[in-house]
């Protein structure tokens, strides 16, 4: 499989979400610490851009 940053920055974006969810007592299902909702647009923004550019691609 090629290197596509894009991809990349999305896993990694999901492993930092991941990582942070586990380590933080703070975070909820659907109440995010201050950091967790700022890794969570993170990822949200990086899954759309994603997602967006393999619907384009496909025939």
Known sequence: MPNDPLYDR???AHRELRTHL???SSC???DL???????FRALAVLQDQ???RQKH???
Do not use: N, S
């Open 10 to 12: 999305y896993m990694a």
């Open 22 to 24: 586990r380590g933080c």
């Open 57 to 59: 691609q496909r025939p």
């Open 33 to 39: 610490c201050p950091d967790g909702a700022r890794f």
């Open 28 to 30: 909820a299902d659907d």
């Open 50 to 52: 994603h997602l967006a």
